[in-house]
């Protein structure tokens, strides 16, 4: 939630920071603003709307050219996306000028405090406060790094801060707690940015700041230190992906991309995680054989896309180790007093490895005791950082809002980390184990399969787009797929969609069916349990006989479903427990087709950011 850039350097910093936005505008677009120091004072603009507003206005009222700017691009929490509220926000000498990502929750008695000294606040935002507490600490320091510091110890809340002064020209000042900050280093520049995508064309060579840090920068290095002005350890890294990789490669959307990546995402996640004897090797996996043998319940949290991931994991994982799984609503998890103990296994599921309801879960877990594993696609973001241990996917950058290959690559990551399971504690025989990961190592191809077929799926979505509502069908693990179909929809299309357990349709539902009302199907494959495989058919026709289209994605050569199923998406035949790698690809391609058929942005859909930082 939220785009932030800083830079200091050589370049002009409009355009470092501008292009930057670019990049990160996936995180919040309902407004943007940039600030530049040039010719002893401050400029700034800012504009309600995505970033091509703001760049129309510079383009008819251009800013001085300066080395030295910072930019924001927004998803409002504090007061409307207007251009008041849209940041930097200025101090009331216009000397300082600060971007915010997060909530500081004691914004308004530090606004009353300040509003009873003077000063003239005249946004609707938390973020104003900081400018006018951060030109109050300065006037007495003349130190901008120690006025953030001071400041910082004053905030409550989650909140990366980005800030410079007029009187410091050369210096721009971040700071985190518990929200995303990442520096970049160049020569004779330096970068901040709320992910590395936003300064990846300049430099490849990334720092992490940990919590209650504060970064300065300045074109000849960069220092870190805690809130309370202590020098702090930093890790340094190489992004081992390029530009190439957040830019959208010719598609019309970033969600096309990835959808059409998903095939490379799914072997490079496997990829270096079988040794010659084809047993599991999860470097990664820092918790120990023996606490894993020890191990008495695994609880899976995430949200949105990647809770449908644990919900598929779920299946994989009693199945194979015969562990109690339970799957919840990070957003959820830690005000129901769950029952945590050393012997639990929390596997954390997050792409960003920012969600904050999600991080939340983690500490909480941790705080009783129990062990945190996290999948995740972000390398050195909070999640895994805080977790004891991490199993990485290796989707590559997702831009686009809705997550495509990330999702997949959860997928195969669950399945790993519950074979390894299967290995660690001997439930499964290496050579059940080997023949799953033949089968995995197979599946991408079978993706690719799927992405030559999807002309037809693309043309009834087209021939759906004035539609109200979509149910999804699922039965096991055809059921979570189902919800995914329906949030994917949901989130892109602004439709009606609904998942449900196919065997739940009799308990309510079913008064939903109405003539021509579309249902998608995901069909169980008939090579496994066959009754499951019946029961689907059975229901299949329940809905029918009431008027639904039927829209059944059913695996090549089941030929039980085809007198039942008015549109007919086939899926390549795989085990059971491997279907959802296969069945979803349509159902993206499904939501991205109608989405864009109604005219919707895709990338951008409303009201949405990708990454969730707030709770
Ligand atoms: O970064 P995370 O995987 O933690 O994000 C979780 C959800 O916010 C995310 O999956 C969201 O539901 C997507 N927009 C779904 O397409």
Redesign the pocket.
Known sequence: MCGIVGYVGTQPALDVVLAGLRRLEYRGYDSAGVAVLADGGLAAAKKAGKLGSLEKELATNPLPVGATGIGHTRWATHGAPTDTNAHPHLDNAGRVAVVHNGIIENFACLRAELTGRGHDLTSETDTEVVAHLLAEEFSSCADLGEAMRLVCRRLEGAFTLVAMHADEPDVVVGARRNSPLVVGVGQGEAFLASDVAAFIAHTRSAIELGQDQVVELRRDGVTVTGFDGRPADVRSYHVDWDVSAAEKGGYDYFMLKEIAEQPKAVADTLLGRVDASGSLTLDEVRIGAQELRETDKVVVV?????FHAGLIAKYAIEHWTRLPCEVELASEFRYRDPILDPRTLVIA???????MD?LMALRHAREQGSKVLAICNTNGSTIPREADAVLYTHAGPEVA???TK?FLTQLVACYLVALYLGQVRGTKWGDEIRAVVRELSRISREVERVLATMEPVRELARSLAEKDTVLFLGRHVGHPVALEGA??LK?LAYMHAEGFAAGELKHGPIALIEEDLPVVVVVPSPAGRSVLHDKIVSNIQEIRARGARTIVVAEEGDEAVVPYADHLIRIPATPTLLQPLVATVPLQVFACELATARGNDVDQPRN?A???TVE
């Open positions: 995430a949200c949105g896309t990647a599921i997050s792409q960003s490895g920012e969600t999600t809002v809705a997550s990330a949030l994917k989130e949405l990708k990454s969730v």
